[in-house]
């Protein structure tokens, strides 16, 4: 599965969208992009995936390049319980169904 | 939908005793579940995949005879830490993929298991 690439922290000011990019320059045709996130002490939650269109659900936007290389989360009214390590992963679909996690990016939403 | 529970939230035993940690799919059937240990400021860490009605099948490095895993239904996996510590102490979290679902692997995570090993 690709490698991901993502900025270690970010703010972001309350109410305001908050943009988390990922690069995955090295992602194959049948891959997927997925989001997860993880609040402090808490087990990680799906936010949204993607494979090439850009995908809108109740809790975010996925943005992903033409050539597939990058993509971009974007929470569009950043909350402070919004406050998470947001983790970018590649992965292809079949039978080995493993997550390989990074560091993600730690974003802190301010007041 | 897409519920994923694990009994304990939080455990402390002493040092040498086993410990066992449940991980429920709550409205979803599970043919497959994962675990996984995260150490503070540290991402997650695959264990192993716990398979319904086989062996569970481990990463490199885990040791299977210290780390039992059982998935005896499509509903439950448990993972049981023997003679556990303190460098067991960690935070263990499993997740599951929904049974046809396999086309878009979206996988839901229990809550956590805090386990501290005095």
């Known amino acids: 599965d690709a490698k991901t690439t993502q900025p270690t922290s970010m703010d972001c000011a309350e109410g305001r969208a908050a943009n988390l990019p990922c690069n995955h320059s090295?992602?194959?045709?049948?891959?997927?992009v997925y989001w997860y996130r993880q609040i402090h002490s808490q087990g990680p939650q799906y936010i949204i995936h993607?494979?090439?269109?850009?995908e809108t659900n109740e809790m975010a936007s996925l943005i992903i390049t033409e050539d597939r290389k990058s993509s971009t989360l974007i929470l569009p009214h950043a909350t402070l319980r919004d406050t998470a390590v947001y983790y970018c992963?590649?992965?292809?679909?079949?039978?080995?169904?493993?997550?390989?996690w990074g560091l993600g990016t730690s974003l802190a939403v301010n007041p | 939908g897409a519920v994923v529970s694990q009994h304990p939230s939080r455990v402390i035993c002493k040092s040498g005793t086993s410990v066992k940690i449940e991980c429920r799919s709550l409205?979803?059937?599970?043919?497959?579940m994962f675990w996984y240990r995260q150490f503070p400021k540290q991402s997650l860490m695959l264990m192993a995949t716990?398979?319904?009605?086989?062996?569970?099948?481990?990463e490199q490095g885990v040791e299977k005879d210290k780390f039992l895993i059982n998935h005896a239904s499509l509903t439950l996996s448990t993972l049981t830490v023997t003679s556990a510590h303190p460098e067991d102490s960690s935070f263990y979290i499993c997740?599951?993929?929904?049974?046809?679902?396999?086309?878009?692997?979206?996988?839901?995570f229990g809550p956590g298991t805090r386990l501290t090993v005095l």
């Open positions: 992963i590649v992965k292809g679909t079949g039978n080995n169904r493993k997550l390989i």
């Open positions: 993607g494979l090439k269109n850009n």
């Open positions: 997740s599951a993929p929904p049974v046809g679902r396999e086309a878009s692997d979206t996988q839901y």
């Open positions: 409205d979803f059937q599970a043919t497959t």
């Open positions: 716990s398979n319904e009605g086989s062996k569970a099948t481990y």
């Open positions: 090295t992602i194959s045709g049948n891959e997927y």
